[in-house]
């Protein structure tokens, strides 16, 4: 069927900031969409409030909508519009509701807009609770025996009726978010009062616990002319029980019949059409009872998910794009196979590799949450490997989410030494056994620790349910451990006594040089140089979605050791690789990959091959087209030598990925290897503390007083010196972590013990704390001879609080002219200085006038994509030129852009994940993702930043404000405002009496011991629409935590710093002025030239 | 034990065997992931040296239910990697086992992809397996030999040698030729309820007659075999009587009873993922297919015979009727879509029957 031609403007909705359950995977998605939509010449409007994505990338789209992604904002977008239709399958959970709740509001009706890709029904039949279980009983297919709740008591009868354990799970709510098993009727009470609130229309599914039985997942898709293809299976490795965002998956499916698989395939067809998708694809979860084969379905995603993301990058078949050519009418055999350039989408992708997903959790980001994992997803983020055997992919995949690990153990990181394992006693064993029993984010190191315990397959699957294929396979990879070890040099460290095959054989089975190294006892560079003298040396294999049938045209490449090198390195063309960001994590995610993939596209426009080496199956620069060659590999020496060795590039960019290339910067350079930009020992200059320290000094820069300690005592003397308040923090780390300020010695002596933990042989580093000083983000780029500042960003909330969670605005709002040109000098003078070929991000705490340079990072910041959209100049793709020796003057980019708008960036947190943990913010970054609010001025942008972010502003109604003594004299005048804007003041008795006393009228509420109804009942009665309240100090009080848990299980908007309240009250007088507008990109940037 | 797997071109891969042996024959793949015991027990892969792209094989076992005839056919199976364990509730005993029950040669260890990818630039092969000879110029005469013996059909030994019955509640009664009849085509003829009879391969069209069956089924089965030449003269006075189904060879032999030649592709269509479509449509099925032979376009079109599903990938002939023969041929196998579901092309042919 040739494309539709009564559609010719689509509207795409993004799926807003990255947040746990819904990450990168959706950038790459909707780019690809984009790109198709464009390709088949429709006009093509977005709307997404995330900035650090492709896809709001000006030129991805005819018009680009940075807007908070809620109906009141996307119905103007429509108004202004007036799309034929709506594409909502591509945006994630997010998209999609959106979309549903634009058609329940009539508005989609109103303007006529008609929704592809999935239909409203189709769409409802998915997510609807009880039509799908209809639907799936009309179908003959089994669903666990389960029943719709819609209040407390109905869900307990169902709950009783049904019997323990159960399952709930919240309608229409983003990777299970909410969703819980309970085991008696306390829990079962407990769980649903939150499902419900969870669930954006107040129903829980109640639901037979299904605990211990194989996740099988399909992808598959099907065109308007009714062809259904399955894409791939899936193999879940934690058995239901563990949401399959948190679980370690592998595709194909390991254990299924050919009988069972025909099955599956027979029931998602069937699911398919009578969810009545008749242009897209969907995700399909099963569970099935490993004692019988019989199969009940759990799921069904009539959109594109993180599953799909995985079984795209696993098959090489490009499902966002294929689903977009569906969605316009096109039928899969009208779509080619870009990545065999011989075949059609009319076809099932099969392999000839194993595939395997682990996830990267940040439990050490959240110590007061229990280390367990359920059916609501905790992950951050993921990496994909692949491997010729499911030994070879698992070891890879632990190494490629830099979790410090190098295998599955025996790399000198174990947490239980094999001594101890030979003969464990009752309580390790008890340990063992219970780690292995509850799902953890530990679990299969566990599953090694228990088998050289001597437990067996058999008792690891009772124990797990894991399936005993798994369990055998990590069995073989201990067995081997042990064969190797015995050729351990017991005094000589030069030595290597282990013989070519055995050698090989562990390489095959992916043990990494360095897990090698250690179990014989010598250094990582010998293994190496003796495996490149043995010819022990890995080759390159293609994804290539047909297992070698046919030559494929732009497949990408795994390592293996195997006997034939299949990659094509051309031999004489020109090529840069770029290190990708490995998994997203937090303080390291989307705006890294965002650089990299803009270093590809520079390196495109200047003739130049571009080498991706990537293992996050989620993001946009491991998409097949985004590079020259894609390498899906893990970001360590080892493997990115493995690739250097084969591709001898010019040079390699560290600038992009983060801290993880820039941590791999020295060694590569000490390998042998060119870094572009930035020189290696001016990196060093810049991460090194002491070194840093000589050049400001140099420069007569201020620094907050500062040293390096590698010892408690050490450190007391320092802090005695430079007088408490204290920062302290490990070297060489990402998103602050295991950073804190301290205010005395005791504390510090908890801190400095576990910042030495993280720095490992690095000293820790202690700076004097600049309380209430105002934060100061500076990002630049370089050519070596000119040097321009692309974006000054001030934060809203006061230093103290880690960079990537603080709101900031561009350009800035309350500093002195005479600051900004102190700041200005002294960035000029710190590129200068380290001779910044590429980014520079600059940190300032400014107090009392005075500018303190905090940190330098010779490399792509965080903000760079924000910054980006704010100016609308691509500065990634202009750094990767000025790498390649092109000049600023020749790029025509040698001035600072202060635009006329504001941009204001707001961090997005994952607490409503991490039940118990308190809300408050600090050093250590706690934020997931991020979104923009762009206006006109500074409150208007800072409003739909927040509106953006998730927080609900009210315009009348109760405030709620309870802050420290500190903070006691500022907060008099955000109070009147709130009264003058006609809000309801609630204080406890100490902050109510400031305010009485400022002549502030306010309701005083008892304190939460002392009686009832307290603030507690009337957050729970939706009787406050926000709430103010500062944290008193490090060791909260038991009511400030009650608070603000509460703010986040019911959802209530909030802020807890006084610098982000007096923006909030700002912006809520904006709110009740006017209306907000929506404005294009586009259109800011046309006003900017 | 160390083993070779040496090419008629003389281009070699090594891997392991448990056993000892020498294995001669020609080389054929298969892409699809799970399958293994499906694939071995299929008639029409007599004699070959089965390769699965797949790396991982054996994981969940085997189980007799499984066979697709009463017997492996393939000579010796080349894997990457033996499952050490199996892991599935219906098995009954491991791939390695079954392999030794039915004396399947199983050469391990070897890089299947690497060979793969050799045979796709070259074309389809002969091997040889050795665990004891190692020279090259032996093992390449050994292959040269075993391809200058005069072709022997081995028809007889896959074929039923006595007519069977099997009889279903529905009073349509179906001959099948059998020239290597699978379980899963059978099953999908249980669950229709059709009374079917089993032939034997060489029974002449009188004594087919005698059966006085409302339509026949020509099985798949070998496609090069020198049996089918007496097959084809049998069919040939049939057709036109009553509906004929033809399945992959039994395909073949519709054509080659008109007069239609087959050809030998460069690699063949082995795998379970083979797309095809309608002429002038753009609704397909994805089909399971195991063929080295197509057949040639022209002829079918001289002969009026309607082409009615290419090869999506290749172009090349994957179904044909005519209504004037009363034939449906498939090159694909029309199996189940999963539990009771009948192939569309098995219904097709059934109402075929019906309304003649």
């Known amino acids: 069927m040739p494309k539709r031609k009564d559609i010719k403007k689509i509207l795409m909705i993004g799926s807003g900031p990255i947040v746990i359950g819904q990450a990168c995977e959706f950038d790459y998605s909707g780019s690809q969409a984009c790109k198709s939509l464009r390709e088949e010449g429709y006009f093509t409007i977005l709307v997404n409030s995330n900035p650090a994505t492709i896809m709001t990338d000006p030129h991805m789209a005819d018009i680009t909508y940075i807007e908070p992604l809620t109906v009141e904002m996307v119905t103007k977008i429509i108004e202004k519009e007036r799309p034929d239709a709506i594409l909502p399958t591509l945006g994630g959970q997010t998209g999609l509701n959106l979309a549903f709740f634009l058609m329940k509001e009539g508005i989609l009706k109103k303007y006529g807009v008609e929704s592809i890709g999935a239909s409203v029904e189709a769409i409802s039949c998915a997510e609807d609770r009880e039509l799908f279980k209809k639907a799936m009983q009309e179908i003959g297919i089994k669903v666990p025996k ?62 037979q616990s299904v605990l211990g039985w194989k996740e099988i997942e399909f992808e598959v898709m099907r065109d ?15 058995p239901m029980g563990v949401h399959t965002g948190d679980s370690m998956v592998v595709a194909p499916s390991q254990t299924l019949t050919w009988e069972e698989y025909t099955n599956f395939v027979n029931l998602c067809k069937k699911i398919i059409r009578r969810v009545g998708i008749t242009g897209g694809g969907v995700n399909i979860q099963f ?48 779509v080619a196979n870009q990545i065999t350039g011989k075949t059609t989408s009319f076809f099932e992708p099969t392999v000839d590799y194993c595939v395997f997903k682990i996830c990267r959790f940040t439990f050490e980001k959240f110590p007061k949450t229990e280390r367990v994992l359920n059916t609501s997803m905790k992950a951050v983020g993921e990496a994909m490997s692949i491997g010729r055997n499911f030994r070879e992919a698992l070891q890879k995949g632990i190494r490629s989410i830099e979790i410090g690990r190098f295998g599955l153990g025996c790399d000198g990181k174990d947490k239980i030494s094999d001594e101890m394992l030979k003969k464990p006693d009752s309580i390790l064993l008890n340990l063992i056994k219970d780690k292995i029993r509850i799902p953890n984010d530990e679990r299969i190191f566990y599953i090694r620790y228990g088998l050289k315990a001597g437990l067996s397959v058999e008792e690891i699957y009772e124990l797990s349910k894991i399936d005993p294929w798994f369990i055998d396979n990590i069995k073989q990879l201990v067995e081997l451990e042990e064969e190797i070890k015995k050729f351990k040099n017991s005094r000589n460290y030069n030595e290597i006594n282990i013989s070519v095959d055995l050698l090989r054989k562990a390489k095959q089975d992916g043990f990494s040089d360095r897990q090698l190294a250690y179990l014989l006892g010598c250094k990582e560079e010998l293994i190496r140089s003796f495996r490149k003298k043995n010819k022990i040396k890995p080759v390159f294999k293609p994804v290539d979605t047909c297992a070698g049938e046919f030559f494929a045209e732009r497949p990408y490449f795994y390592s293996t050791y195997e006997s034939q090198e299949e990659a094509r390195v051309p031999l004489n063309s020109k090529k840069v690789i770029i290190l990708g960001g490995g998994p997203n994590r937090i303080g390291q995610g989307i705006e890294f990959d965002y650089c990299c993939c803009h270093a590809a596209y520079a390196l ?137 300020i301290v205010y005395d010695e005791q504390t510090l002596e908890i801190f400095i013990k576990e910042a030495a933990e993280v720095s490992g042989e690095h000293p820790v580093l202690i700076d004097k704390f600049l309380e209430d000083a105002t934060e100061v983000d500076v990002d630049l780029i370089g050519d070596g001879s000119t040097f321009v500042i692309g974006g000054i960003m001030e934060h809203i909330e006061y230093a103290g609080i880690h960079s990537g969670d603080s709101a900031m605005a561009l350009p800035t709002y309350s500093l002195s002219s005479k600051v900004l040109e102190d700041i200005r000098r002294a960035t000029y003078k710190l590129a200068e200085e380290l001779n910044i070929v590429g980014l520079m991000n600059v940190q300032y705490a400014v107090k009392d006038n005075e500018v303190y340079v905090l940190e330098v990072n010779p490399r792509a910041s965080r903000t760079i994509p924000f910054v980006s959209k704010a100016i609308g100049v691509p500065l990634a793709k202009l750094a990767t030129k000025v790498m390649l020796g092109k000049k600023l003057k020749d790029l025509g980019f040698i001035k600072e852009i202060i635009p006329k708008h504001t941009a204001v960036k707001e961090s997005v947190f994952p607490f409503n994940r991490f039940p118990g943990v308190d809300i408050i913010l600090g050093p250590e970054m706690k934020s997931t993702g991020e979104v923009m609010g762009i206006d006109k001025d500074f409150s208007s942008a800072y409003i739909k930043s927040q509106i953006a972010g998730g927080q609900n502003l009210p315009k009348k109604g109760n405030v709620f404000i309870s802050v420290r003594d500190e903070d006691k004299n500022k907060i008099a005048p955000i109070a009147k405002k709130l009264r003058d804007l006609g809000f309801n003041i609630f204080a406890t008795s100490g902050t109510a009496n400031v305010l009485e006393k400022s002549g502030i009228q306010v309701k005083i509420l008892p304190k939460i011991a002392e009686s009832r109804p307290n603030v507690l009942d009337l957050m729970k009665d939706g009787k406050i629409q926000l709430v103010i309240n500062t944290p008193s100090g490090r060791i909260p009080r038991q009511d400030e935590v009650k608070i603000r848990s509460h703010v986040i299980l019911y959802n209530i908007p909030y802020t807890t710093t006084i610098a982000g309240a007096n923006a909030t009250v700002k912006g809520i007088e904006v709110l009740l002025k006017d209306d907000l507008r929506v404005k294009p990109l586009q259109e800011y940037y046309k006003d900017l030239k | 034990m160390k083993a070779i797997l040496m090419l008629e071109d003389k281009t070699t891969f090594f891997g392991e065997a448990k ?63 033996m499952s050490r364990i199996y892991s599935n509730w219906q098995a009954e005993l491991s791939l390695d086992e079954f392999a030794d029950k039915e004396g399947l040669f199983i050469l391990n260890n070897v890089d299947v992809r690497s060979l793969m990818v050799y045979l796709r630039e070259k074309g389809s092969m002969y091997g040889i397996i050795s665990t004891d000879e190692f020279r090259e110029k ?58 079917f009879t089993i032939l034997p391969f060489n029974i002449s069209s009188k004594d087919i007659l005698k059966y006085n069956p409302a339509g026949i089924i020509i099985s798949s089965g070998p496609e090069d075999d020198v049996g089918l030449k007496e097959v084809v003269g049998n069919v040939r006075d049939l057709i036109g009587t009553m509906p004929i189904l033809g399945i992959s060879t039994g395909c073949q032999v519709l054509a080659l009873s008109k007069g239609v030649k087959v050809r030998k592709m460069r690699l063949g269509h082995r795998g379970v993922n083979y797309p095809i479509k309608r002429p002038n449509s753009l609704q397909g099925e994805i089909t399971v297919q195991n063929h080295s032979y197509v057949i040639d376009r022209d002829g079918l079109e001289k002969n009026n015979i309607n082409i009615t599903a290419f090869n999506l990938n290749d172009d090349t002939v994957e179904e044909i009727e005519s209504k004037e023969y009363k034939f449906i041929g498939t090159q694909y196998l029309p199996l189940s879509g999963g539990f009771d579901e009948i192939n569309p092309v098995l219904i097709r042919f059934i109402q075929l029957i019906e309304r003649s």
Request: net charge neutral; proline share 5%; with cysteine.
């Open chain 1, 146 to 207: 389960s029943g719709i709740a819609t209040s407390l008591e109905e869900g307990i009868r169902i709950g009783l009726n049904i019997g323990f354990p159960l399952i709930l799970r919240p309608a229409y709510c983003l990777g299970g978010r909410g969703g819980a098993i309970a085991y008696n009727k306390e829990e079962l009470a407990e769980f649903l009062v939150k499902g419900l609130e969870a669930s954006p229309v107040k129903q829980v599914l109640v639901e």
């Open chain 1, 224 to 238: 308007c002319v009714d062809n259904v293809i399955i894409v791939t299976s899936m193999e879940n490795v934690d």
């Open chain 1, 287 to 334: 569970a099935q009872d490993p004692r019988n084969g019989e199969i009940v379905i759990i799921e069904v995603n009539p959109r594109l998910s993180r599953s799909s993301a995985l079984a795209s990058k696993a098959t090489g078949f490009p499902i966002a794009r294929v689903a977009t050519k569906l969605a316009i009418g096109l039928t899969l055999q009208e």
């Open chain 1, 604 to 740: 495109k426009e200047e003739s130049i091959e571009s080498i991706m080496i990537n293992c996050n199956p989620e993001t946009v620069s491991t998409d097949y087209d985004t590079s020259t060659r894609l390498y899906f590999e893990p970001l360590t020496l080892e493997d990115i030598l493995n690739i250097i060795d084969i591709e001898k590039p010019l040079g390699v960019i560290v600038q992009f990925g983060g801290q993880t290339p820039l941590n791999l910067a020295i060694p590569l350079y000490k390998s042998g290897v060119k870094l572009l930009g930035t020189t290696a020992e001016n990196i060093d200059i810049a991460e090194d503390r002491e070194r840093f320290k000589k050049i400001l000094h140099k420069l007569e820069l201020l620094q907050p007083p500062n040293d390096t300690a590698f010892t408690f005592s050490q450190a007391k003397k320092i802090a005695k010196k430079i007088g408490y308040p204290v920062l302290v923090r490990p070297s060489y780390v990402l998103g602050g972590r295991a950073m804190e």
């Open chain 2, 19 to 81: 056993n000892k042996g020498e294995i001669i024959g020609e080389i054929i793949f298969n892409t699809a992931v799970v399958g293994y015991q499906e694939i071995l027990t299929d008639p029409a892969n007599y004699g070959k040296i089965l390769v699965l792209t797949y790396p991982l094989i054996g994981n969940y076992g085997c189980n007799y239910k499984f066979n697709e005839s009463k017997k492996v056919w393939v000579k010796a199976l080349v894997i990457k990697e």
């Open chain 2, 138 to 195: 032996v093992l390449i005469n050994k292959i040269e030999e075993f391809k200058s013996r005069p072709k022997k059909s081995v028809l007889k030994e896959i074929s039923i040698d006595k007519p069977k019955i099997f009889k279903g509640k529905n009073q349509t009664k179906i001959a099948i030729l059998d020239l290597g009849i699978t379980n899963s085509i059978l099953t999908q003829l249980k669950n229709l309820g059709v009374t």
